[in-house]
């Protein structure tokens, strides 16, 4: 059953996140072009990366982009879990870790002295980053799915605009999505 309220004359109110994502699948979104004009006139964006918003408020659909590899990563997921109705993992990264979870075969540690302490042309005496500011990596990279309960997933990296909107259609009419042919791909 389709979790979103789907009637009324209210506005959908929709949250977005990037967590370990490289931001293509919120510009596959925004590739729905002029329709956007069309999604405005049902929705309206609460926290996300098109908005100013920081903190995200009671949602009806959260659209989840990338998977985990920090630990903030993990607190601003449940914080989506906790006040969206309906959460959706959008695109191989947040499915399944995506290209980012090639790293779960590495050693962390190993990694970040690569990266930050003995890669040519730093500065002498650089360092990994310590500041408690930043936050910690975790030693995976994760799919959302392991960490909060997943309402649907849409596949791809990223998802094609006309994904997004046959999705988001659907959401909005308050039908379990169901993209039809041409739609579904996971590249
Ligand atoms: S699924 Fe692809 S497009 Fe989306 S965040 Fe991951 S790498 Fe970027």
Redesign the pocket.
């Known amino acids: 059953m389709n979790p979103v309220l789907p009637h009324g004359p209210r506005k959908l109110k929709v949250a977005t996140v990037?967590l370990a994502?490289?931001?293509?699948?919120h510009m596959?979104l925004l590739d729905i072009d002029e329709r956007l004009l069309t999604l405005l006139e049902r929705i309206e964006f609460d926290r996300s990366p098109l908005t100013d918003i920081k903190e995200i408020g009671h949602c009806d659909i959260g659209l989840v982009?990338?998977g985990l590899c920090n630990a903030e990563n993990v607190m601003v997921l449940r914080e989506f879990r906790a006040h969206c109705k309906t959460l959706v993992a959008?695109?191989?990264?947040?499915i399944t870790g995506?290209?980012p979870a090639q790293r779960n075969h590495l050693d962390l540690g190993v990694m970040l002295t690569n990266v930050y302490g003995s890669r040519h042309g730093l500065a002498a005496g650089s360092a990994i980053p310590s500041d408690p500011e930043l936050p910690l990596p975790l030693n995976k990279v994760h799919p959302i799915h392991e960490v909060v309960h997943v309402d649907y997933f849409l596949p791809?990296?990223?998802p094609s605009a006309d994904a997004f909107w046959a999705f988001l259609n659907d959401l909005m009419a308050g039908r379990t999505p169901h993209l039809g042919h041409g739609l579904i791909h996971y590249d």
Do not use: N, Q, T
Request: hydrophobic share 25%.
């Open positions: 990037s994502g490289c931001f293509g699948c596959s982009e990338g959008v695109g191989a990264c947040a995506g290209l791809g990296c990223p």
